[in-house]
């Protein structure tokens, strides 16, 4: 009886397996090699693969990394001071716990959000040249990813109170880093490097947005002086290269603000935040057309006012029809933080043209920028993926 049984599996893995294989050869034949041009372009294609390959691993491991390796605190942090670097620690430590905690609750795309930051965390922890003590906090990073991914999954209620969280997270980060008035802050001018370059991008996504929204609504309005002053607003500012937007931050706000002092970043960031927003207002402006007239008079019918209206029933579907277009204004927004160079402050790029022109390095440049793309690729990747799952899980495109 059991060698019975036995052939019978054997039998049923083989019939699998050829089937499997059927399966491959009718899928190269169909795709690859369906006729005598698809196999000569797929040839060459792969010839073509193959000598970029190499190419490219001949370089990574010809390159001397140490210009990479040597500087890597300036790249992320710039000159901010060492005995201070435990405020962004804690950040991270915090936007660590938060991403656990969403992904055990809401599962779906923030877990691979929380994935792949837990993966690049423990890269940097592995690899031998990060310091001991970052080695500590990016552990302990990864291993508060996983546990509040447990609390998450097993304290559904949890909703709210990291739903708050998030909201406040910007400005708890920055309160860490100016010492909530109690410890010395540390001045912006020392900020520098991939630090930077979040802080102008996320504080800029976050403003630029709700004023985008009111600046669209607003141009609908029926009120002739909202109406023309949003429209004069985003014309003017679509109409200046953001360059142009930067330095009259930097110059002239000072002057509208009847000489109260900013400092450079702030201005920066009030820059970028005008800036995308009227950019997001004709982004919203468009889904607010595309909604049918009829959608307006349903509405009316069921007796909602022109803002319950608005909120309720137009703006979701304004919204969900320009989620690819808000989401690439959010991805230039975080690649246009290199232009601060032009004011005098150095973000990710402009550090590492920096530590590019240090005599030491000459001629290892291409090693630093490979590193600089590739994170500037793996953030910008990120949300260009958040954005699919978010409108796959919203049904855009399909019916």
Not at 128 to 142: M, N
Not at 264 to 271: G, L, T
Not at 280 to 306: D, K, M, T, Y
Not at 367 to 388: D, G, Q, R, T
Request: glycine content about 8%.
């Amino acid at each position: 009886m059991d060698n019975i049984q036995r052939n019978n599996t054997e039998k049923v893995l083989k019939t699998t397996k050829l089937n499997n294989q059927t399966k491959l050869q009718l899928w190269l034949k169909n795709n690859l090699f369906k006729d005598w041009k698809n196999a000569i372009l797929t040839i060459l294609t792969l010839m073509f693969s193959i000598y970029i390959i190499f190419k490219i691993g001949g370089f990574l491991v010809a390159s001397e990394w140490e210009v990479v390796t040597e500087n890597l605190p300036l790249l992320f942090m710039g000159q901010f001071p060492v005995e201070e670097v435990w405020r962004l620690w804690t950040s991270i430590l915090i936007l660590s716990a938060l991403l656990g905690a969403s992904w055990g609750v809401w599962r779906g795309v923030i877990g691979h959000v929380a994935m792949t930051i837990g993966f690049i965390l423990l890269v940097f922890g592995i690899v031998p040249y990060t310091e001991a003590s970052s080695k500590v906090y990016l552990f302990t990073s990864v291993a508060l990813i996983l546990l509040f991914y447990g609390i998450g999954r097993f304290v559904p209620k949890l909703k709210i109170p990291i739903l708050v969280l998030w909201i406040l997270y910007i400005p708890i980060s920055l309160g860490i880093i100016n010492g909530f008035g109690i410890m010395e802050p540390v001045k912006s001018n020392v900020w520098g490097g991939f630090l930077l370059t979040l802080i102008l991008a996320s504080v800029s996504i976050v403003c630029s947005f709700p004023l985008g929204l009111l600046l669209a609504v607003g141009r609908r309005s029926k009120l002739p002086i909202i109406k023309y002053s949003c429209i004069i607003y985003i014309e003017l500012i679509r109409g200046m290269p953001l360059i142009m937007v930067l330095f009259i931050a930097q110059l002239l706000l000072p002057m509208f603000l009847g000489g109260v002092q900013l400092d450079n970043v702030v201005r920066a960031m009030i820059a970028f935040t005008l800036f995308s927003a009227a950019y997001l207002a004709e982004n919203i402006r468009g889904g607010l057309q595309s909604i049918p007239r009829g959608q307006f008079e349903a509405a009316q019918a069921l007796g909602l006012n022109q803002a319950k209206m608005m909120i309720f029933i137009i703006l979701p579907q304004a919204l969900k029809a320009v989620i690819p277009a808000m989401v690439g204004q959010f991805i230039s927004i975080f690649k246009d933080t290199s232009l601060v160079a032009v004011i005098g402050l150095s973000d990710f790029l402009g550090m590492g043209e920096k530590i590019a022109a240090n005599p030491e390095y000459l001629g290892k440049y291409m090693e630093l920028y490979i590193v600089i793309a590739f994170i500037y690729f793996i953030f910008c990747y990120l949300m260009s993926h958040v954005s699919k799952h978010i409108e796959k899980s919203l049904g855009v495109g399909y019916r």
